[in-house]
């Protein structure tokens, strides 16, 4: 490579996936290549997820499978022991479960320690602070456009842009969960709702507590369903030539039943079988007929979700003591109309079932209804950007933007792109689970090796 | 190895493949030019409906259909539907796995370690392979080409 000129990445947000990608990038090139990630915030691994400063706030997963290289499974903990953090739980317990601001700071020290980039010797990784608003893509490269009017030029981009809150939708009187700012602003005598009782449900309750608050709080979704908790068995072992693949989601419903029947005669729970069943999600999903995938989601996603995404056990050890004492009550009903007043807010809802209609005055409305997914909906402006100009279109189901199995993107007229390629939570639709870090360093990982092999980087 | 239920589902299939778009075949027709025994052939074709691999119409003009495009289908995902895991031996499927009566060492088992490469390849295989590249027996290409073609997961 002496004499060639060195290729560049650009990796577009620098959260969980961006790092990730741009890690693998620089594993699969041997340090032989330039990587720039474009992302406004000082820090990198701290997006959405990730982002967190209060030590309440844990990771869904353990620890033992937090590692951001897959071929080193104990790296997480490896630097967890070398990190001198101080914790409720024996870093080198492959099962506990630490805070999640602690893995934002093993993303950033991850890439860290790699070599800023200067004219003499190019490769190496740079954080340029900026917001990326378009991308575009020509014959031998593409061209990143930023905020401040500036351009990276690269010969293939790497769309991280992560996971958006969803839209609100009783706003105004709803104060977000994600800005540190709300907890001190409630009153703590007063009456906290919770639309959503789901993940972030929990992280609100905990940043509740964490404040004193004192006042009753309320936690309102469609079905009141609460994610449940992690348990200490092992997977189930299958493999993916047991799976009836391709079928419809009416038959592989009847044969995952059938398994989970079969599993608890051998002595194995409902937990042995979703993790069993993890690795091969995205088969499962690649596989399932479009109208098959539309249904699971209209009909099976919540009661999946709260089953595949569960609680660190002492978080739900926290929400149960918050419902025994009585200051946390779960209820399933329809929200039916919210508006602020001076103390807060009126919240009608109805009960689940055609039930009665019940009016609340509570003086904090926090809006817990999760994740963003239709592309369409996105105030990011490159996204926004991309699907103006038909460099990107929204998948069918409308779940993420469409792109192929190698996550490269697909254009309005169909084409697939050869130099941008979308990793982590946009590229859901064709991955489907691509919310947590195991799925996401196997997606980067695979979407990096395809650049470094089929782009002219060398 | 693949069962008679399996062999006929393939050839059923493969038949169903050939026909034009928004026809459809009678039972009687299907199992009389691949001499399949139609009692058998009605419980293979229930199957595959309930898999939701065919559709079938009823009365006049009804009769069976793919339920989705002959590319989309592949034939490992009939063979699992039909016979079950892709596993040549009981204890090399994990999900229907059953210990062989005469077992001594399962983790040592020469056999079964021979069989689990054995599922491999036949998953590889199968895998890869859709309704649509059985209708051209014509054009068998190699299958590092297929490979090359259809890379998945």
């Known amino acids: ?458 | 190895m693949l069962t008679k239920k399996g062999k006929y589902g393939l050839k059923a299939m493969v038949e169903l493949g050939r026909l034009p778009e928004g026809r459809t075949m009678l039972l009687a027709d299907i199992a009389e030019a691949n001499d399949i025994p139609k009692p058998f052939l009605e419980i293979i074709l229930g199957e595959l409906r309930q898999a939701g691999f065919v559709r079938s119409k009823k009365g006049r003009g009804g009769g069976y259909a793919l339920a989705r495009p002959a590319s989309e289908i592949h034939i490992g995902h009939l063979v699992r539907a039909l016979d079950g895991a892709l596993a040549p031996i009981s204890c090399a499927s994990r999900a229907f796995y059953k210990r062989c009566d005469d077992c001594v060492d399962e983790d040592t088992c020469a056999v079964r370690r021979m069989m689990l490469d054995v599922r491999q390849a036949v998953s590889d295989v199968l895998d890869r392979r859709t309704v649509a590249d059985m209708l051209a027996p014509a054009a068998v290409e190699n299958l590092t080409a297929t490979l090359e073609k259809n890379p998945i997961f």
């Open chain 1, 1 to 458: 490579m002496s004499n060639r000129k060195l290729g560049r990445v650009v990796v577009i947000g620098g959260g969980a996936s961006g790092v990730l990608a741009a890690c693998h990038l620089w594993r699969i090139a041997d340090g032989a290549v330039a990587v720039t990630i474009v992302e406004p915030r000082p820090e990198l691994g701290r997006g959405l997820a990730f982002g967190t400063r209060f030590d309440g706030h844990l990771l869904n997963v353990r620890a033992g499978q937090m590692s951001a290289l897959p071929d080193r499974p104990d790296d997480f903990q490896t630097w967890l022991a070398a990190s001198g953090a101080r914790l409720a739980a024996d870093p080198r317990d492959p099962l506990c479960f630490v805070p999640r601001g602690l893995y934002g700071r093993y993303l950033d020290e991850l890439v860290a320690h790699l070599p800023r980039p200067t004219p003499a010797a190019p490769a190496g990784l740079e954080h340029v602070r900026q917001q990326c608003v378009g991308l575009l893509e020509r014959d031998d490269g593409v061209t990143a456009l930023l905020a401040d009017g500036t351009t990276v030029e690269a010969q293939a981009a790497i769309l991280a842009t992560g996971n958006e809150p969803a839209a609100s939708i009783v706003s105004p009187v709803a104060m977000s969960p994600w800005d540190d700012a709300t907890w001190a602003a409630i009153p703590r005598d007063g009456l906290v709702l919770t639309v959503g009782t789901g993940l972030t449900m929990a992280d609100s309750v905990l940043s509740l507590l964490a404040t004193g608050h004192r006042g009753p709080i309320v936690a309102l979704s469609r079905r009141g369903l609460l994610p449940q908790p992690h348990g200490a068995a092992p997977p189930l072992a299958l493999d993916l030539a047991d799976i009836p693949l391709g079928t419809s989601i009416a038959y592989l419903t009847r044969w995952f039943r059938r398994l989970l029947r079969d599993a608890a005669g051998r002595g194995y729970g409902w937990r042995s079988v979703f993790d069993g069943l993890r690795p091969h999600l995205r088969a499962i999903w690649q596989n399932l007929p479009p109208d098959s995938r539309a249904r699971f989601l209209r009909h099976a996603r919540p009661l999946w979700d709260v089953h595949r995404h569960r609680l660190a056990p002492s978080v739900d050890a926290a929400l149960h003591r918050a419902r025994g004492g009585g200051q946390l009550t779960i209820v399933a009903g329809r929200l039916v109309s919210a508006e602020a007043t001076a103390e807060g807010a009126v919240v009608r809802y109805r009960r689940r079932g055609g039930g009665e209609l019940v009016e609340l005055r509570p003086a904090a409305v926090i809006e817990c209804i999760g994740l963003a997914s239709d592309p369409l909906g996105s105030a990011n402006p490159l996204l926004r950007d991309l699907l103006a100009r038909g460099a990107a279109r929204p998948d069918l189901l409308g779940i993420g933007l469409d792109v192929t199995r190698d996550g490269a993107l697909i254009d309005a007229t169909g084409q697939p792109s050869t130099r941008i390629f979308a990793v982590g939570p946009p590229a859901r639709a064709a991955f489907w689970e691509i919310t947590s870090i195991p799925d996401i360093r196997t997606q980067s990982a695979d979407t990096a090796r395809k650049i470094w092999q089929e782009l002219p980087l060398r």
